[in-house]
């Protein structure tokens, strides 16, 4: 379980976060929304303590992220981009180094790059360097070292954003994977269909608070609106209303199946 309770972070004049509290329950899928600025993904990096907390805390797993950073990235796995790779390693080479950074046994890591490798689709470019990959081939690598220690609470920020039709079909069943084994699984988009297909809860997040919480269902009855889209625009306090969004409302399925 992740839990923040009255997170602030200001970056000189500007409130990034102005008192975000929320929840994500252990073994569900929690979404984020949010406009852009919102103050999602400085949310996220506090919850992967990447950012110092101003004021507020967050728990994970009962450990405090400001008194004991260190066990909380020993059970959390963080993907905030997928840059950073070593282009002259492969993406082997590239995941193994984090996992004997983090001390795991080399057959342990080499039995989850394995596992990985088949769930992403990676057969074929896990021994090439990573020079010249694509963005979702980075992304693949990125996701893979960074859950290769095996955490229990998973945070990704806007993990599909950008790639191609398969990877993000792979990407979406890693984390409904993840969710079967167990995981916490947190993660933000501004895919609507993707959000409404995988959460069983999203927070809205807007002007550095949070504005809304509960299933797709409850935010559209909270919002008397009949699609994710319109009950995000109206729940998220958004005055311009001709916005543009990565999947249009007319294909909006609130159906978990559909993804």
């Not at 020079?131 to 806007?158: C, N, W, Y």
């Not at 069943?173 to 959000?195: D, N, P, Y």
């Not at 994710?228 to 990565?246: C, G, P, Q, R, Y």
Request: with cysteine.
């Amino acid at each position: 379980m992740i839990e923040v309770r009255e997170l602030k972070k200001k970056f000189g004049d500007v409130h990034a976060v102005n008192g975000v509290s929320f929840t994500a329950k252990s073994g569900a899928i929690t979404g984020l929304l949010g406009p852009n600025g919102a103050g999602k993904t400085t949310t996220i990096r506090m919850i992967g303590t990447l950012v110092s907390i101003d004021v507020g805390s967050v728990s994970v797993n009962g450990i405090d992220a400001a008194r004991d950073p260190e066990a909380v990235r020993q059970t959390s796995g963080l993907l905030t981009d997928a840059r950073g790779l070593y282009t002259r390693m492969t993406a082997r080479e590239n995941i193994r180094y984090y996992a004997d950074m983090r001390g795991i046994d080399r057959t342990k890591s080499d039995r989850t790059i394995a596992r990985f490798a088949d769930w992403l689709d990676m057969g074929e470019i896990l021994d090439r360097r990573t020079e010249g990959f694509s963005q979702g081939e980075r992304m693949k690598v990125a996701i893979t070292r960074a859950l290769v220690h095996e955490p229990t609470h998973v945070i990704l920020d806007e993990p599909t954003n950008g790639l191609d039709v398969m990877t993000t079909r792979a990407l979406r069943e890693l984390i409904k994977r993840l969710k079967a084994e167990g995981c916490t699984v947190m993660f933000s988009s501004h895919i609507m269909q993707e959000v409404a297909a995988l959460c069983d809860e999203i927070i809205i997040i807007s002007h550095g608070r949070v504005t809304a919480q509960g299933t797709t269902e409850e935010l559209l009855a909270m919002s008397a609106k009949n699609s994710l889209e319109d009950a995000f625009v109206a729940l998220a306090e958004i005055e311009n209303h001709h916005m543009t969004f990565d999947t249009p409302t007319s294909t909006i399925n609130t159906n978990k199946e559909a993804a």
